[in-house]
């Protein structure tokens, strides 16, 4: 590792800082005058060098304690701001700011922590007191980046009419935090996505106060969502409110289903219907039903797309599947309306199949299929490959084997014995997780060496199993996955889990959707909940997805037993396993003094 030398004024003199050269993912930070600069991990190391001559003398700025204590404190500020967004991103000052003050209690430095937070409450009075001269930040001219490059200032007045919009009728909920969240997070420049992310992202962090902001980021996700559908079907920037929605959306329908056809996506018999009429049934106040996690599934996974642009809004979606299951009824409009109003109502939801395919070039709305295997090679393989087809385009599949003869009898052709039915299971299990269940290719599994994207382990490579032992890879299958995958976040995850909606998760189903950790404990003791395989498509937000403990130790390079505390503290909140379950607080109170 190579090193630097800053030069930093203290205490009247001259002092030569040797700062390391940190690797960290590309990122802009925003300053608190809205300026965007280049991270620069340096400044960190700087700033919490000085913080400790500031405490302990200029004296000790020769101690190699202090050398070693500072750089791995600013590794672990610089892995706290990069879990999450290891492809890099914006950053706020004040957030990296938090990130060191975290870092100095975790590591036991109460006085150097104590000194920083004065050091950082003394400046903000000098800024309070500036401002009073000058333009608050929120008088500074914020400009927005179009899509052709175009720049125009940003138009506060949509931002707050949207944010207002989005609070309407909803209890526990603050319009002006909400608004204080997003303007802290605007830069000079900023795209006009960046301004609808920023909108979402500051009330996301918001539902873990109150639930009801999670209908608040829904809102905001709409009128993002009606902004890209309606850009795209009237070849122009279009934005529209809830309100102007009432009169639109039996417009967009009848353009959606027009455009869907165009591009090959939607059967040509949806055009034939009485759009008119379908479109005057349409309610857009269920629009304002969802909660940000299903409409941002239906986003991610349901909403017709043509080169990644959406052209679905929800009840545009809803009819079109209703369409799609009417196509052979007699009056089909009544019979789509019918459909829609139980569909729109979230009073009965299809399943996936019928979601994804109802109403397009392949309407298989099948959810489950099974089939029965003759007694002969032709027909054994022959329904293999029907199970490669099926799993393709549809769900869940079973077979039934009861017809092939059991292992010892007689084969005429041949005049040999039958090995049974076991060898063709094997095959056919292989052929049903080669096609249907499987991780997206960036996604980490623990190995004896540490964490590696799943596309680059290799037959042989020792990865940990559930049971907490690692195992050597004997197959390496890759396959063209096109159908839409489940997103799993879980809390402290580095990474979101992208998996097909079918694979299992080892996991804990809870019944509602917020449950304290011994409250979990309890429920386990009396056999309330139970730890089982779960399909990704069925877990549901307050649910527990299984970590391994690992039964090895395998040494780790680069690995110490300082990271390892820090992990621990990170997840001190508790877990669960098949056997017994754990929970506690963040920090150990027999080292951590300041827990006692």
Not at 80 to 107: K, S, T, Y
Not at 171 to 178: F, M, P, R, S, W
Not at 200 to 226: E, F, G, K
Not at 348 to 374: E, K, V
């Amino acid at each position: 590792m190579h090193s630097i030398n800053v030069k930093v004024q203290k205490s009247g003199s001259l002092e030569d800082i040797k700062v390391p050269q940190f690797s960290t993912p590309k990122c802009k930070v925003i300053r608190r005058n809205g300026e965007v600069t280049d991270f620069n991990a340096s400044k960190i190391h700087i700033a919490l060098t000085k913080a400790f001559l500031e405490v302990e003398g200029s004296s000790a700025s020769g101690s190699a304690r202090i050398h070693d204590t500072v750089k791995n404190l600013t590794e672990q500020v610089i892995e706290g701001l990069f879990r999450r967004m290891p492809d890099g991103g914006m950053i706020h000052i004040e957030d990296i700011q938090d990130q060191v003050e975290l870092a100095l209690m975790r590591a036991g430095e109460h006085k150097v922590a104590r000194s920083y937070v004065l050091y950082r409450e003394e400046r903000a009075k000098l800024r309070a007191k500036k401002d009073k001269k000058s333009k608050s930040k929120a008088d500074l001219a914020i400009h927005v980046k179009l899509d052709n490059g175009e720049l125009r200032p940003l138009d506060e007045e949509r931002l707050h009419k949207i944010i207002a919009e989005s609070v309407e009728g909803l209890e526990g909920v603050d319009a002006a935090q909400v608004t204080q969240g997003a303007l802290r997070n605007l830069y000079d420049g900023i795209s006009e996505k960046e301004v609808a992310t920023a909108l979402i992202m500051s009330t996301r962090v918001l539902i873990d106060h109150h639930p009801n902001y999670s209908q608040v980021a829904a809102r905001m996700l709409m009128d993002s969502l009606r902004r890209e559908v309606l850009s795209f079907l009237e070849g122009q920037t279009t934005d529209a409110t809830q309100q102007e929605m009432q009169g639109l959306y039996a417009e967009a329908l009848a353009k959606a289903i027009k455009r869907g056809i165009e591009v090959n996506l939607l059967a040509d018999e949806l055009g034939r219907y009485d759009l008119k009429a379908l479109g005057a049934a349409l309610k857009p106040e269920r629009d304002l039903q969802f909660s940000y996690l299903g409409l941002q599934t239906l986003y991610d996974r349901y909403f017709l797309h043509h080169q990644g642009t959406r052209f679905e809004l929800p009840q545009v979606f809803f009819m079109r599947v209703a369409m799609g299951l009417a196509i052979h009824e007699v009056e089909r409009e009544a019979r789509a309306i019918e459909f829609y109003n139980l569909l729109s109502s979230f009073d009965f939801m299809s399943s996936t199949p019928t979601l994804f395919n109802s109403g397009t070039l392949r309407p298989q709305l099948s959810s489950c299929y099974l089939t029965t295997i003759p007694d002969d090679l032709d027909g054994i393989y022959g329904a293999i490959k029907d199970n490669a087809l099926l799993s393709k385009f549809a769900g869940g599949l079973g077979n039934d084997w009861s017809r092939v003869r059991g292992m010892g009898s007689h084969i005429k052709g041949t005049n040999g014995k039958s090995q049974g039915v076991v060898p063709f299971l094997k095959v056919a299990n292989d052929t049903a997780v080669a096609v249907n269940q499987c991780f997206a290719p960036d996604t980490y599994i623990w190995t004896n060496q540490g964490s590696k994207p799943i596309q680059n382990i290799k037959v042989g490579d020792l990865v940990l199993g559930k049971e907490g032992f690692y195992r050597a890879v004997t197959k390496h299958m890759v396959y063209n996955q096109t159908e839409p995958m489940v997103e799993i976040n879980v809390r402290h995850s580095a990474q979101t889990l992208k998996v097909t909606a079918g694979h299992p998760i080892w996991s804990v189903q809870v019944k509602k959707r917020y449950h304290a950790p011994k409250q979990i404990i309890d429920m386990l003791a009396k056999e309330e909940l139970v730890v089982g395989y779960c399909e990704a498509g069925k877990l549901k937000e307050g649910d527990f997805v299984a970590q391994t403990i690992p039964q090895e130790i395998v040494p780790i390079a680069g690995f110490t037993a300082d990271d390892a505390r820090f992990y621990g503290i990170m997840l001190g909140d508790g877990h669960v396993t098949k056997e017994d379950a754990e929970w506690g607080v963040s920090g150990n109170p027999k080292k951590d003094d300041f827990m006692a």
